[in-house]
């Protein structure tokens, strides 16, 4: 699978059964409990965000050092095109903190694998109607 970061398309695998969407509905300051005990909201907007592992294709194994050290770095976020209903979805997302792990070393090169990524949507990518 490719994945498209800051305008850099990696090519790297995405572990089977690991790509999540999930989405949050924000409130603004003027959320409340009314008087009669009745929850007001004031909607912001949804958010969409993703978490997925990915592994190194072997093809393409520098793409993955790459990914890992563009993911990596201490920026205010990365903007990410990822799967979203049939088709796709770009945003700007924030990212908190990563992990993967060493598989093996050959020669003085380490093989990673299992690289695990939460996206977090900096801003929301629908306003109520």
């Keep these: 699978m490719q994945i498209v970061m800051d305008n850099i398309t990696y090519r790297l695998r995405v572990k089977m059964g690991s790509l999540e969407e999930s989405f949050r509905i924000e409130d ?14 004031d909607i912001i907007g949804t958010y969409y965000e993703h978490k997925l592992s990915i592994e190194p294709d072997p093809r393409y194994y520098q793409d993955y050092l790459d990914f890992y050290r563009a993911i990596s770095a201490p920026v205010d ?5 990822l799967p979203h209903e049939n088709g796709t979805i770009t945003y700007a997302a924030m990212v908190n903190s990563g992990r993967h792990s060493i598989k093996d070393r050959i020669g003085t090169t380490s093989r990673f694998t299992g690289l695990t990524v939460t996206f977090k949507a900096k801003a929301p990518q629908r306003a109520p109607e």
């Design 28 to 41: 603004g300051p003027n959320a409340d409990t009314l008087l009669t005990g009745e929850e007001s909201r």
């Design 77 to 81: 976020s990365h903007t990410i095109t």
